[in-house]
């Protein structure tokens, strides 16, 4: 049962991802560190899969609307295994009860983890206390409608200099379609990196344009880790290249395809979400125009921020030095006005 998982913006991130969006699927292995959890009966339990921990007290008892549940105090064996595979290590062990699932899902950042209880009441600030115990930083809360606060909050830390861990948890009002659940989304972020520029397109992009395009746009200095594809609007198909790690360097490509006889469209666009959004053309022959537009997507609550490039093809508008006589003639006969 998913019920909501928010991503973080870059500029809010606590160290900086992408879950492929993004799409990077190297996992870092952590060290982890015996804890002893002491329960509020004095018990003690060896928990050796929780990463980075140090003492903490937590209760063996988790509210209910009709009472009290026993709260675990390990996580089952396949889901430490599920964690550790896709997150490289295993989150604290959370207070709910042992009727608790675990999902591994994903959206269009990548794969990530469910752990959902409809047994337990909100957890949230019990279980917060636990994160920050084992080194987890408290970040600003998500906004999220269907959650008994309106929002989820949010932890991360450190995996290592490149990556790091998020954890959002809050309570889930009941709806129609699902019942009350405690739940906690998993996933690993990465930090933006110095990735090497390309030099030149990938040769089976370049085919890409050709096809589209007639021609292969000047390179943008953007990352090895940039996107593209073929989409398709009320013009037609067109060319969707993007980049997450490049950060804006609209000013740069721009003084770029200056160089190749792009000239700028004064067209009017405006669009707070971006920091810019130009149109530049260059004319390839008598009946076809290339167009590049150029922006950079500032981020929001769903969208990581990214640079963008869309290159299409427009027909030639005729245009006359002069009063065409002979083509006027042609129209006005064939209306049979004379």
Not at 140 to 150: I, L, S
Not at 300 to 308: A, K, L, W
Request: charged share 25%.
């Amino acid at each position: 049962m998913m019920k909501m998982k928010k991503s973080l913006l870059f500029a809010s991130l606590i160290a900086l991802f992408s879950l492929s969006l993004t799409s990077c699927n190297d996992k870092k292995d952590s060290s982890s560190s015996s804890l002893s959890i002491t329960s509020s009966n004095s018990s003690t339990v060896d928990s050796s899969s929780i990463e980075d921990s140090t003492s903490v007290h937590v209760d063996s008892t988790s509210s209910t609307s009709s009472g009290t549940v026993n709260a675990i105090t390990s996580w089952k064996q396949e889901d430490i295994q599920t964690m550790q595979t896709l997150l490289g290590l295993t989150i604290p062990v959370a207070p709910v009860s042992e009727n608790y699932f675990l999902d591994v899902l994903e959206d269009e950042y990548g794969e990530f983890i469910l752990i959902s209880d409809e047994t337990v009441g909100d957890l949230s600030n019990q279980y917060g206390m636990v994160l920050e115990n084992n080194g987890y930083q408290f970040d600003d809360n998500v906004e999220a409608t269907e959650y008994k606060d309106g929002f989820l909050k949010e932890y991360s830390k450190d995996i290592d200099s490149t990556s790091f861990v998020v954890i959002q948890i809050g309570y889930f009002l009941e709806t129609t379609e699902d019942p009350a659940a405690f739940d906690i989304y998993a996933w690993v972020e990465f930090d933006i990196v110095d990735y090497e520029k390309i030099t030149d397109w990938r040769d089976e992009d370049k085919t890409l344009m050709e096809e589209i395009l007639t021609e292969v746009i000047p390179v943008a200095p953007i990352t090895s880790e940039y996107e593209i594809s073929v989409e398709t609007d009320a013009v037609g198909d067109f060319i969707y290249i993007t980049d997450m790690y490049s950060g804006d360097v609209c000013d740069e490509y721009i003084s770029i395809i200056e160089t190749y006889g792009y000239e700028f469209v004064n067209n009017g666009i405006e669009d707070p979400t971006c920091s810019i959004i130009v149109d530049y053309y260059k004319n390839l022959d008598e009946t076809s125009d290339l167009y590049l537009e150029i922006d950079y997507f500032l981020g929001d609550d769903e969208f990581y921020p990214v640079f963008e490039i869309c290159a299409w093809i427009e027909p030639v508008e005729e245009t006359f030095s002069e009063w065409p006589d002979a083509k006027i003639t042609q129209i006005i006969e064939s209306y049979s006005l004379t």
